[in-house]
């Protein structure tokens, strides 16, 4: 009922910078947290960054300062802006969002198809 497409990985050398970006379509009546969570080979997924509908964010510890998170409400829309990438950034970053398809109905949990980031000289 929620469809979450991502776009903006690639190929960019250490230094760089990329922007990822997500739109949630479907039958949408509120989104309340959306974010931004990575994997690697090998690794579990980890918590990048987020934000509520209010515009309130979190991240993780090692993007502070590099990583911006932002998020357009009335297009259901949440961006990544990464900046001085390196090669440990490299992984698959999903978009995930907290969604409810009704006033009344419970919040669920949808991830997008992922997105290749890759940070290599």
């Known amino acids: 009922q929620v469809q979450l497409v991502e776009s903006g990985g690639g190929l960019v050398q250490p230094g760089g910078s990329l922007r990822l970006s997500c739109v949630a379509s479907?039958?949408?009546?509120?989104?309340?947290?959306m974010g931004w969570y990575r994997q690697s080979p090998g690794k579990e997924r980890e918590l990048v960054a987020t934000?509520?509908?209010?515009?309130?964010?979190n991240s993780l510890d090692s993007v502070k300062g590099r990583f911006t998170i932002s998020r357009d409400n009335a297009k259901n829309t949440v961006s990544l802006q990464m900046n001085s990438l390196k090669p440990e950034d490299t992984a698959v970053y999903y978009c995930?969002?907290?969604?409810?398809?009704?006033?009344?109905?419970?919040?669920?949990?949808?991830w997008g198809q992922g997105t290749q980031v890759t940070v290599s000289s």
């Open positions: 934000i509520t509908s209010g515009g309130s964010t």
């Open positions: 995930k969002a907290n969604a409810r398809v009704s006033a009344s109905g419970p919040f669920f949990q949808y």
């Open positions: 479907g039958t949408i009546f509120s989104i309340a947290v």
